[in-house]
């Protein structure tokens, strides 16, 4: 019997295939990805800038999206970009693959003011909050801020705390609030002892598994992009941290990132 029979179903919760890095050989790594039983990926949205050629390449490989405006992206012109966001999100609301809103967060070692960052990011969460949507973050040096405002807004569908990198007490705290943790190309490096000491201690239930792509690899990666293709070497790490098998790993994170996302 052939292994691809045996071949766990994967999605990539986090990829920005959309980036310029991958305009040479998108095709070719959909294909890669499918023999490796990864069947999509979930498309974030940066910025208005972004949107249109992120929204072809979600249509044309049949891609879950995202519609958000990221920390690192906004402009001085920040109240038209949300009412952009307002007007794209409205057009598409009854769309199967729209399925959240993000990337938004708060970044206080690479992002805009900050004043301005938490008013883009509370106008997002209220807008996932009005369309009941999870909502896809990123934070940076601002958990205690971000736990408060989620805190305080309370979506009912959550979301997921991407690129996590954090202790086991900061997960606990967006896990008693309904988040996930997106676990990505970190994990990988031998010294993300902090990152795995949580992964180890923390159910499945509140995890996913994202790449960043092109971005976040981890240190030993040969080529300097990353891909989804290192989703396997993440369930592997996270059944060994969990003394799970990768089987029962890959099941529970096909399931939670369709159950989150509604795929």
């Known amino acids: 019997m052939s292994k691809s029979v045996h071949c766990p179903k994967i999605i990539d919760s986090h990829a920005h295939i959309d980036f310029p890095e991958f305009d040479d050989d998108r095709a070719e790594l959909f294909k890669a990805m499918r023999a490796m039983g990864i069947n999509t990926a979930l498309i974030p949205g940066v910025s208005p800038s972004h949107w249109e050629n992120q929204l072809h390449i979600a249509a044309q490989y049949s891609c879950p999206y995202a519609l958000g405006i990221h920390p690192w992206f906004f402009s001085d012109n920040y109240s038209a970009e949300l009412s952009e966001l307002d007007k794209a999100v409205n057009q598409r609301s009854q769309e199967p693959k729209f399925v959240a809103i993000g990337e938004c967060g708060l970044d206080k070692l690479r992002g805009g003011d900050w004043e301005i ?80 000491a949580c992964v180890t201690n923390i159910s499945l239930n509140s995890l996913i598994i994202e790449t960043d792509s092109p971005a976040m690899g981890p240190k030993h990666l040969a080529e300097k992009r990353n891909t989804p293709l290192i989703l396997p070497s993440i369930i592997e790490e996270i059944a060994k941290l969990q003394k799970k098998s990768s089987v029962l790993v890959s099941e529970r994170m096909f399931e939670n990132v369709t159950q989150l996302f509604d795929l």
């Open 117 to 196: 960052q938490l008013k883009v990011l509370e106008h997002q969460l209220t807008l996932a909050k009005s369309l009941n949507l999870p909502v896809i973050l990123h934070v940076v040096k601002a958990h205690s801020e971000l736990i408060a405002l989620l805190k305080a807004v309370k979506l009912a569908r959550g979301g997921v705390i991407h690129g996590f990198y954090g202790s086991l007490e900061v997960a606990q705290e967006y896990v008693k609030l309904g988040y996930k943790l997106g676990i990505g190309g970190l994990i990988l490096n031998k010294d993300a002892k902090k990152l795995k």
